[in-house]
């Protein structure tokens, strides 16, 4: 897996489990229950994802690869 559709991918995650944590923290009792149990998926996903990421054999290439020219830096 490409290491940006990954870091696109994760991106999602992160955005996946605010808005839930935000759900869970206003909601009753089972839809809190409901927001934990997504925040848990999404956290499982995004683990399986960056493990293969990492253990791709190109891994270090495409991180060396990324242009951080536009970042300011």
């Known amino acids: ?25 206003e909601a009753g009792p089972h839809e809190a229950q409901a927001a934990l149990r997504m925040i848990f998926a ?6 399986g994802t960056v493990e293969d990421v990492l253990s791709h054999p190109d891994a270090a290439a495409q991180v060396c690869a990324i242009d951080t020219s536009s970042l300011g830096t």
């Open 1 to 25: 897996m490409p290491l940006l559709i990954a870091l696109d991918e994760y991106e999602s995650a992160l955005r996946t489990v605010s808005i839930h944590a935000q759900i869970g923290l």
């Open 42 to 47: 999404t956290c499982e996903k995004a683990a």
